[in-house]
């Protein structure tokens, strides 16, 4: 149920707005209620039309400073960045700010991963040099100088600054194949949202793989306006591409590849996808559902450009409801 052990965030898409208007709409989403921050780490924007990919991680310790927010980031630390220097960057944001900061990992997109000429191998093969990815940057943080052979070749690595407290290694999974892989070893999930059945077999996978009492965090694809056509409208500019399958969304190359497969993809299809309502009360309805399901960390991302509103509403309308103590029993 609702309460006040949940958190609401903001999602800061990179990929969609310049640093600097990113800077400003998360001061405006920390005085309208929101308490906390997720950003996306992108060096593509996913399409033309989003036009788009400042670097995340400068962005994000200007954004803790100017603000109280907590943040995550999901990464990729297995081929742009080595997993040495993503955990270095991490263990930099954590030691500045204790206890505000955790770090999503993920098995990458070529969109982004590709820029390094590299083969771009197979899911299993990601999945694997992303655990030793995550066990790298573990290993890190807690002192040790690393060598490694395998997938990923590190050499006497050693963090000389550290956290007091590592932060958390969430594990990113869209499929609930992958979410019980993770289940074993990351800190806890996040996914996105989907249909209630769906989310239940991602969540329950979870747990199944050992993730039983581990936090769930959510990114929640929303289209909100104050009318229901420019919610509708808004969301097939800008986000027709990501409701492409998993497969098509980590094996092509570049912007423009993603935008010509959703070429023929309609705006009733986006709105059948992503949550698109100008009614608050029917967003309210969506996210107690996942509320009810475990998700204790929501992070919600308005897809169209209508940001400024959407801050304002939700931070009247739809935060109060979700974040609040349930009432009492009367005696």
């Known amino acids: ?19 600097g208007a990113l800077l400003h709409l998360a001061q405006r989403a920390e005085k309208a209620g929101f308490q906390s921050m997720l950003s996306s780490d992108h060096f593509n924007p996913w399409t033309p039309a989003q036009g788009e990919s400042g670097f995340s991680w400068s962005w994000l310790g200007a954004a803790l400073q100017a603000t109280s927010l907590s943040a995550g980031v999901v990464c990729a630390p297995v081929q742009r960045y080595h997993p040495a220097i993503a955990a270095q960057a991490a263990a930099t944001l954590a030691e500045m700010f204790p206890g505000r900061f955790f770090v999503a990992v993920g098995s990458g997109q070529l969109l982004n991963e590709g820029i390094t000429g590299d083969a771009w191998p197979p899911k299993p093969e990601r999945n694997d040099r992303l655990l030793e990815a995550a066990t790298i940057m573990r290993r890190l943080w807690v002192g040790e100088t690393v060598t490694t052979t395998g997938l990923i070749r590190t050499v006497e690595a050693h963090l000389h600054t550290r956290p007091a407290e590592p932060p958390a290694l969430i594990g990113a999974a869209l499929s609930p194949e992958t979410a019980e892989w993770l289940g074993g070893w990351a800190d806890g999930l996040i996914t996105t949202a989907r249909p209630e059945k769906q989310l239940k077999k991602i969540v329950e996978a979870f ?12 990114k929640v694809d929303l289209s909100y306006a104050r009318s229901h056509e420019e919610a509708v409208q808004g969301a097939h500019d800008q986000w027709r591409a990501n409701i492409l399958s998993g497969p098509v969304l980590e094996n092509l190359r570049t912007p423009e590849q993603l935008d010509a497969a959703a070429e023929f993809i309609t705006a009733e299809e986006v709105a059948s996808e992503v949550r698109t309502s100008a009614d608050l009360d ?16 929501l992070y919600l991302h308005n897809v169209n450009r209508e940001q400024e509103a959407f801050i304002e509403d939700f931070g009247r309308g739809v935060l109060p409801a979700l974040t609040r103590p349930a009432p009492l029993p009367a005696a």
């Open 207 to 218: 747990h199944r793989g050992g993730g039983a009492g581990k936090p769930l965090y959510l």
């Open 282 to 297: 029917e967003h309210i309805e969506w996210l107690k559902t996942d509320i009810e399901l475990g998700f204790t960390r």
């Open 1 to 19: 149920m609702a309460g006040s052990e949940v958190t609401i965030g903001y999602h800061a898409s990179h990929e969609q707005f310049p640093p």
